[in-house]
């Protein structure tokens, strides 16, 4: 399983950007999927989770408001809206893919890594003026 992840890009604070996240080989429209990002000298943290349904999503705090997370099952794609971008949200932005289908988890296992057996190559989002 591959995972692509596109969308990022160079902004300015208080803009948008949409992030895509597509996959190659096995389908994902039954796995919950979650985006993390890892600033410089920062270690990887989690942002956003969406339950393989979709009617489950987890943010982190910093980001409740700001970033949505969503999924096409039909396309078999995620997405993270990203809108307010501070220069603080500035990361290489991963998406990443539990192997189990149609599973559900508690809050804090949707927001570790660990849950997580497939992962994306990353895109980079900058936030400056």
Same mark, same amino acid.
Request: net charge positive; charged share 20%.
């Given at each position: 399983?591959?995972?692509?992840?596109?969308?990022g890009?160079?902004?300015?604070p208080?803009? *948008?950007?949409r992030?895509?996240?597509? =996959?190659?080989?096995?389908a994902? *429209?039954?796995?919950?999927?979650g985006?993390? +990002?890892?600033?410089?000298g920062?270690?990887r943290e989690?942002v956003?989770?969406i #339950?393989w349904?979709?009617?489950?999503?987890?943010?982190r705090?910093?980001?409740?408001? +700001?970033f =949505?997370?969503? +999924?096409?099952n039909?396309?078999?794609?995620v997405?993270?809206?990203?809108d307010s971008l501070?220069?603080?949200?500035?990361?290489v932005?991963y998406c990443a %893919?539990?192997?189990?289908?149609?599973t559900?988890y =508690?809050? %804090? +296992?949707?927001? #570790?890594? *660990?849950?997580? %057996?497939?992962?994306g190559?990353g895109t980079?989002?900058?936030?400056? #003026?």
């Amino acid at each position: 399983v591959q995972l692509q992840a596109s969308g990022g890009g160079e902004v300015q604070p208080g803009a *948008s950007l949409r992030l895509a996240c597509g =996959t190659s080989g096995r389908a994902l *429209s039954e796995s919950v999927m979650g985006w993390f +990002r890892q600033a410089p000298g920062k270690e990887r943290e989690f942002v956003a989770a969406i #339950s393989w349904s979709g009617g489950i999503t987890y943010y982190r705090d910093s980001v409740k408001g +700001r970033f =949505t997370i969503s +999924r096409d099952n039909v396309k078999d794609t995620v997405y993270l809206q990203m809108d307010s971008l501070k220069p603080e949200d500035t990361a290489v932005y991963y998406c990443a %893919a539990d192997k189990r289908r149609r599973t559900t988890y =508690t809050e %804090a +296992r949707y927001m #570790s890594s *660990s849950l997580y %057996a497939y992962w994306g190559q990353g895109t980079q989002v900058t936030v400056s #003026s």
